[in-house]
């Protein structure tokens, strides 16, 4: 009889403690959010106002995941758009945001800030061993040089191989005239070893980094191509071979180097051709009379078939005087699409717009929030308008406008993306009409919400599929590998139309004809692409 009381009263007890707790959780909660958001920032007055989140450590980290522009544009209407550095927590670290041209221009002249802390997560993330980590960041000399650490060595190969004055001319010409059959700075080797490298490597994109921990196996076309002897792979660009002498100095394994070799190949396809897509997209969706005036102006760069020589003239396509229309979208697009962000970790405290952004911190200035600005970009800053880098050269300096980041990371292929892009763009117009099929599609949409490290994705299941008729078969004749079996003399399916999914135009890699010729990029409607990012 006791116990039954005695066990009424326990489950009253226990009925009654769970929202008593709940209220302490509640209240605690409160007190801390006022503190750190009210008071902490009175006494503070200097530091960069907090946005506030109510789970302390966690912070901002499920709207971050969920959509890291849509947070951080909550985060500025927050702050009444002021444009002032503020802080977000997203889990555990602090961020200043930086989102006013004139902070992150100063910030960009900042060299001492540091950068390689967020190289090393990010080498640590792919999975290179830590071994392989201390090895690439070991000091080494070099050719009698002062000593330097492998991704420093990595950076300078690159700015070297992509500077228009030193080694980038090579490069482009190699993509440009053989656009689909040569992985430009690879060779052909790396194609040999993985033939299906393109459909695997939009799936990892599409995966992003889940596809490092679920498939190891993602490296082993570089294990391959290493262990290739370099005299079958005598086409491998001057950087790369560069690279890898410097891995083998440093007895970097190979498992790890095949890991630092796709890093490179990841940022040097993994954005091209998502320019080309969108830049094709806009074109595709916009009116007749913007197919029509691009042609008409990229003519002149286009040579002759009979010609030996390069098919397309790309110092002509990438001047300002003489293709304003085509290097104005090439901005337009670039604009609309770039969703990354610069970012630097605070090795001591800095003064920014009257704000002190303290030591320790990470400092983020995001692409989208520069380039959607009413400001600098008037009241139609969201909206595409071919001509608004035509209508105002001046815009193409604006501090405003960086889709190539800036500073001491400032993209160094940005000239090799334009230059491809472009050429990719005019051969793809001159050779092709193109038609939406089904006519009613509407712009695909960006994938907001997912995390970029540069232009933005499309939303699942948002490809756009236009019809293609041959204009010119003298332009494709030019477009096919020597090896296909489709002579471009004989081919029958090219003279009739045909359906591509542009998402599977690599512009460098894959080209236009080498899809077609491979069958990759036909799809019938009911028959999802197998290249299509949304079918993967
Ligand atoms: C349209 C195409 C491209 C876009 C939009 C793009 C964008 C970017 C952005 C936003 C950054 C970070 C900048 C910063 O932190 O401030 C970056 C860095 C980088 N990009 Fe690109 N990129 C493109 C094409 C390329 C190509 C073709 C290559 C190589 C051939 C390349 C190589 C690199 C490298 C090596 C870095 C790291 C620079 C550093 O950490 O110092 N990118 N890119």
Redesign the pocket.
Known sequence: MESSYLGTALAFAACDVRPALLAIVFVTLVLWRFYVFTILPWHFPTDPKEYPYWIPVIGHLRSFYKSSSRLLSDARSYFGESCEPFALTVPGQKWYVLTKAEHVAAT?KMEHLS?DIF?VEVIRMVGVSEDGIRKAFQEMGHDGGPSKHLVRL??EY?LE??SPRKRLHE?VQCSVELLRRHLA?FGERLQEVEPDLIRIFMAFETLSWQAMYQYPSFFMPWKKFLRTPKSQRIDTSWFISKIEEEMHRRQIALADSAIFLFQ?FW??????R??AFWMLSYIVCGDQDLVDAIRAETAPAMSEPEHNGTVVDVAYLVNQETCPRLNSIWGES?RLT?F????RFLTHDIELGGKTLRNGNRLM?P?RQLHFSTQAFGHTATLFDPDRFLADPSLRRNPSL?????????????N???Q??LAFVAMLLHSFHLVLYPPDQKLPEPAEGKPS???VDVQNGNDLRVRLCTRKAAYLSFSFPSSTTLSPKTTAPLTGEKLLCLCTSNPIQQSLASSIAHNQAWAAPSTRSLLAPSSL
């Open positions: 960009y950068y190289a990595c950076k690159q191989q992509l490069l700075y490179l940022s040097i396809n993994g954005n091209t998502k320019a670039a770039a990354a962000a610069s970012v200035m692409q960086r889709p190539f980041g800036g500073g001491a990371t400032m993209c160094p292929g940005r090799l993306a334009k491809t892009t490290i540069g232009l």
